[in-house]
T-cell receptor, first 114, second 113 residues
Framework: DTGVSQDPRHKITKRGQNVTFRCDPI?????LYWYRQTLGQGPEFLTY????????KSRLLSDRFSAERPKGSFSTLEIQRTEQGDSAMYLC????????????FGDGTRLSIL | QKEVEQNSGPLSVPEGAIASLNCTYS??????FFWYRQYSGKSPELIMS????GDKEDGRFTAQLNKASQYVSLLIRDSQPSDSATYLC?????????????FGSGTQLTVLP
């Protein structure tokens, strides 16, 4: 399967802890996106990479959130000092070069803050 | 006003009927429109993309776009119980990054056997 891969699938942690998620995009895709989805809502955009460059960040991305894509391949999303409100599904998507290319999503990481 | 609006439903149709899902968007300059299907507990799966006015058909699915009315719809013909899911409308808005998608909150569809 050469789809978008995310790890871990589930993460349970205590409030105040740091967590890190990983995303491996479809191999030929140079664009990578992170979204957050809460129950009953559509995904909300967090940030976007083209190759290793982070080109866009949402206002939703507080200073506790940081994302990297160091070699233009996989990406990590770190949340520091987690809060109850961070509980959500974190989705990664990738797309190929070119305008209007559709984004393909991974299975997501479900984060639960105790 | 939300940037992308969908009727939350739930929408119930009998097996074999046509399901009609609707979406409106606020940015007149939007260029790209997508429909995703999301089963409970799963991630969104792309089912249709549409970029120009008119209809686009793919199997049992037809996407319709009317940029003048800022309206995009999805028709599912011969609905099957396996079509029961939440359908998300996503728009690439010209006012934001050309890359990010803005999603509606989804319409929950139930196809009754």
């Amino acid at each position: 399967d050469t789809g978008v891969s995310q790890d871990p699938r589930h993460k349970i942690t205590k409030r105040g802890q740091n967590v890190t998620f990983r995303c491996d995009p479809i191999s030929e895709h140079n664009r990578l996106y992170w979204y957050r989805q809460t129950l009953g809502q559509g995904p909300e955009f967090l940030t976007y990479f083209q190759n290793e460059a982070q080109l866009e960040k949402s206002r939703l991305l507080s200073d506790r959130f940081s994302a990297e894509r160091p070699k233009g391949s996989f990406s990590t999303l770190e949340i520091q000092r987690t809060e109850q409100g961070d509980s959500a599904m974190y989705l990664c998507a990738s797309s190929s070069r070119g305008s209007n290319q559709p984004q393909h999503f991974g299975d997501g990481t479900r984060l639960s803050i105790l | 006003q939300k940037e992308v609006e969908q009727n939350s439903g739930p929408l119930s149709v009998p097996e074999g009927a046509i399901a009609s899902l609707n979406c409106t968007y606020s940015d007149r300059g939007s260029q790209s429109f997508f429909w995703y299907r999301q089963y409970s507990g799963k991630s969104p799966e792309l089912i249709m993309s549409i970029y120009s006015n008119g209809d686009k058909e793919d199997g049992r699915f037809t996407a319709q776009l009317n940029k003048a009315s800022q309206y995009v719809s999805l028709l599912i013909r011969d609905s099957q119980p396996s079509d029961s899911a939440t359908y998300l409308c996503a728009v690439s808005l010209s006012s934001g990054s050309a890359r990010q998608l803005t999603f509606g909150s989804g319409t929950q569809l139930t196809v009754l056997p």
